[in-house]
Each structure stands twice: as structure tokens, then as C-alpha cells.
């Protein structure tokens, strides 16, 4: 119960009642009562007449209804594992795909040891550990370099890391700005993350910048 939980609930309301008006996340556009953040009422702490403080009352950000993650399909939520201002060395593509048809195992298991070293699955947990599922993965193999000779499946664990891994070797392998800024829309939503990014500066927000990214 100390202030800190106070201004992280009134500055994730903000978040979703001024940041992202006019640019909703998918889920939102879908069903308006989604939050883009945690949800809460910030109050006063009173214990036998005593003031205690400030508090609040608040959804946590596993509750994946309110956040709209059970809304959309095949949604899938990361976040950085080290809670720490060197986290962005999730972003350095730390495997080097051979793309031969030898090295396919090889190469799957490069990608998936470096994502599940760096993150760790928010949303879907339960889909993820039982790889439940049937997803074409055949871009992300393109994308990547990883070699095959047709259609490629696999399941919500190979959907979510490989999703990821596309988006972690694009920030990671394209130093050209010019290229940089052409080729982002492809992989995230600019004015979202320019929005977010202006956000966490202005208020201060360091765990956000460098651990609770996560869409």
C-alpha cells in the first residue's frame, strides 16, 4: 500500500482515456470497454481514523479479459524477462541461422533458446506449454532464413517464439535508418509505439520501458 500503486493505476487510466484515443488497439475496436492498460480507482487509506496513505484499488495485468487478449485470436503476449535497464540486449539477435537443410534443427533451436532466454509468455501460457494449435509458420521461415522446401505448420509455441523472433531480428539487423522507419509499419504499430514511447519518458515510467513492453 504505498503511493507508487496509486500513480501507476492513474497514469495506466491515462494510458487508455487519453494516450491511445483515437488509435485503439484491435481489441478495443472490437469491444470498447478493453483497457490498454490496468484498470483501477486510486484512494485514500484510512485504518482506525489513522491516515495510512494513498492506495488503489486495481485489475492486475494478468487479467486477460479486461486487457482484451481473449478478444482477438491467436493473441500472444511477451514480456522481457530481466527487470533491468540492459534489458534492450533482448533486442540484439544473438543466433546465426545456417538455412541449410542439415541445420534445420539446428537453427530452430538457436531462435527458440535465444527467445525463451530473453522473454517470457504472458498470454497464451497454458496454449504455449501444450503447443495447442495448428498455425502456418511458412513467412516466419522465410523471414528468418530457416530452410524448407514447402507449407510449413506448427503449433502456438512455434507461432508465438518464431512471431517474436521475426520482429527481434528486424530491430536488431537493420541499422539504415532510412530502411529502419520505411519498413516498421510492417512490424508494429509507429504511432502506437511513438505515442507509448513519449509516455514512459514524460512520466517517468522506468520498468515500462524496459521490461512490461508487451502487446
Known sequence: MDSSHCRNTGTARFTTDVLFKGNECP??????????AINGVP??????????????????KSCFKTLGLETIPN???????????????????????????????????WIYNNINADFEIVYDEDAFEANTGEYDVTRYYDELGIYHNGPVTGGFYDYAILALARYVQFVSDTTDKEEFRRRAPQYFNVDRACRYYLHVMTMGKQICSCKTVSD
Do not use: M, Y
Open 43 to 60: 484512494c485514500q487509506i484510512v485504518i482506525n481514523g489513522k491516515w495510512i496513505g494513498l492506495g488503489n484499488f486495481n485489475h492486475d
Open 75 to 109: 493473441s500472444v503476449r511477451w514480456e522481457i524477462k530481466a527487470n533491468t535497464d540492459s534489458s534492450e540486449g533482448a533486442f540484439f539477435k544473438r543466433w546465426q541461422v545456417k538455412g541449410t537443410p542439415a541445420s534445420v534443427e539446428e537453427d530452430i533451436a
Open 27 to 36: 481489441a478495443r475496436k472490437v469491444d470498447p470497454k478493453t483497457r490498454e
